[in-house]
Nanobody, 126 residues
């Protein structure tokens, strides 16, 4: 059974940083394509980032480009999301999601991913 477990969320002031982690078990990590999504209260889940297994194809939503960076550590079965210069609009529950084949299109959708973690809360507030 595939498990994705997020950690690293918290309450931070605007301008600060957080590093989220997603640890994968139950699946060959090197063959799992991972994306990050977030959901704010009362809003739909939205894509944040995506990276293919080789790291040469990435996607970031426009509002986080230049501030967020996704990376993967195959030795630790872990994907990270480094988030810098956080803004109140970044607040939400952050989920990592996995799929076992490349995205068939450029823009990741929640429906593209079959494996999900339970999320970690990120709150950006002064």
């Amino acid at each position: 059974q595939v498990h994705l477990v997020e950690s690293g969320g918290g309450l931070v002031q605007p301008g600060n940083s957080l590093k989220l982690s997603c640890v994968v078990s139950g699946f060959p990590f090197e063959n799992l394509y991972i994306g990050w999504f977030r959901q704010a209260p009362g809003k739909e889940r939205e894509r944040v980032s995506y990276m293919n297994i080789d790291g040469d194809i990435t996607y970031y939503r426009r509002s986080v480009r230049g501030r967020f960076a996704q990376s993967r550590d195959n030795a630790k079965n872990t994907v990270h999301l480094q988030m810098n210069d956080l803004k109140p609009e970044d607040t939400g529950v952050y989920f990592c999601a996995g799929r076992d084949r490349p995205l068939p299109h450029e823009i990741p959708l929640p429906s593209d991913f079959g494996y999900w973690g339970v999320g970690t809360q990120v709150t950006v507030s002064s």
